[in-house]
């Protein structure tokens, strides 16, 4: 008998409300290659940590059940991160036994890890067959400021968005707002024209730089890069909102 696959998890959250339509079980995956400067969960980046948790997917779907009964006709899962396509063979085994059972499953991805290389690509094709619901992180337009931000490369990042609407599967963007790093006109304006040229998009989501991550880059013994910069004022905000037409996405598709 194969032995179950299992995922390492840095922790749960019972009643997400921020994540995904309805009131979600959230989980946290251990393990991503990306370092963003205004990252709240630098906690999460260690991939293998041992203060990370294994489950299998049967054992996080007895523990979300718990709650379903708060999800509404609305409410689901959500694996967020760090970055879950780290670890794309639970995510298959999860969310396929989670639609079995009738969740609604929302995946919050950075999308680095995406290549249409193989083995992974046969993977991904996999995983979005159970897959209802992505909140995409575009965390700049530009590659060289992407670099500056992340220390990544946003190519293939872009190739997944636009490999998403090839086979038309719903979207939510979402853009971290950061004074001095994404929150310049120019930048928005071409994240609009990429956005556009997207027909899966259901949503665009501005998310304001905050620094109530900090204590953990502290703790961690971390430099924060990000010193002395503070969240976006409510005007530039609106400006965001107003120049990525947030206005014009108003939900979700049901599959």
Not at 41 to 49: E, F, L, V, Y
Not at 117 to 126: A, D, L, N, V, W
């Given at each position: 008998?194969?032995?179950?696959?299992?995922?390492?998890?840095?922790?749960?959250?019972?009643?997400?409300?921020?994540?995904?339509?309805?009131?979600?079980?959230?989980?946290?995956?251990q393990g991503?290659?990306?370092?963003?400067?205004?990252?709240?969960?630098?906690?999460?980046?260690?991939?293998?940590?041992?203060?990370?948790?294994?489950?299998?997917?049967?054992?996080?779907?007895?523990?979300?059940?718990?709650?379903?009964?708060?999800?509404?006709?609305?409410?689901?899962?959500?694996?967020?991160?760090?970055?879950?396509?780290?670890?794309?063979?639970?995510?298959?085994?999860?969310?396929?036994?989670?639609?079995?059972?009738?969740?609604?499953?929302?995946?919050?991805?950075?999308?680095?890890?995406?290549?249409?290389?193989?083995?992974?690509?046969?993977?991904?094709?996999?995983?979005?067959?159970?897959?209802?619901?992505?909140?995409?992180?575009?965390?700049?337009?530009?590659?060289?400021?992407?670099?500056?931000?992340?220390?990544?490369?946003?190519?293939?990042?872009?190739?997944?968005?636009?490999?998403?609407?090839?086979?038309?599967?719903?979207?939510?963007?979402?853009?971290?707002?950061v004074p001095?790093?994404?929150?310049?006109?120019?930048?928005?304006?071409?994240?609009?024209?990429?956005?556009?040229?997207?027909r899966n998009?259901?949503?665009?989501?501005?998310?304001?730089?905050?620094?109530?991550?900090?204590?953990?880059?502290?703790?961690?013994?971390?430099?924060?890069?990000?010193?002395?910069?503070?969240?976006?004022?409510?005007?530039?905000?609106?400006?965001?909102?107003?120049?990525?037409?947030?206005?014009?996405?108003?939900?979700?598709?049901?599959?």
């Amino acid at each position: 008998m194969d032995q179950a696959i299992k995922g390492s998890i840095h922790s749960t959250e019972n009643f997400g409300t921020v994540d995904g339509p309805g009131v979600r079980f959230v989980i946290f995956t251990q393990g991503c290659r990306m370092r963003c400067q205004f990252c709240h969960n630098p906690d999460t980046w260690k991939i293998g940590a041992k203060t990370a948790k294994e489950y299998t997917a049967d054992e996080l779907l007895e523990e979300a059940l718990k709650y379903r009964a708060y999800w509404g006709e609305d409410g689901g899962i959500t694996v967020s991160g760090g970055e879950p396509l780290l670890q794309v063979d639970f995510l298959i085994e999860l969310f396929k036994k989670a639609k079995a059972l009738g969740i609604h499953t929302t995946l919050d991805t950075c999308g680095k890890p995406f290549t249409r290389e193989e083995p992974f690509f046969s993977k991904f094709t996999q995983l979005m067959e159970y897959t209802d619901l992505i909140l995409f992180d575009i965390k700049q337009i530009d590659n060289e400021a992407h670099k500056q931000l992340t220390t990544q490369s946003n190519e293939n990042i872009l190739d997944m968005a636009r490999y998403l609407s090839e086979i038309n599967q719903p979207v939510w963007i979402r853009h971290v707002l950061v004074p001095f790093r994404s929150d310049y006109d120019e930048f928005l304006i071409r994240l609009d024209a990429f956005i556009k040229t997207l027909r899966n998009v259901d949503k665009v989501e501005i998310l304001p730089y905050h620094t109530m991550g900090k204590f953990k880059w502290d703790e961690l013994g971390l430099t924060y890069p990000l010193e002395g910069i503070e969240p976006p004022t409510n005007d530039r905000v609106e400006n965001a909102k107003e120049l990525l037409h947030v206005a014009d996405y108003t939900g979700y598709q049901t599959r």
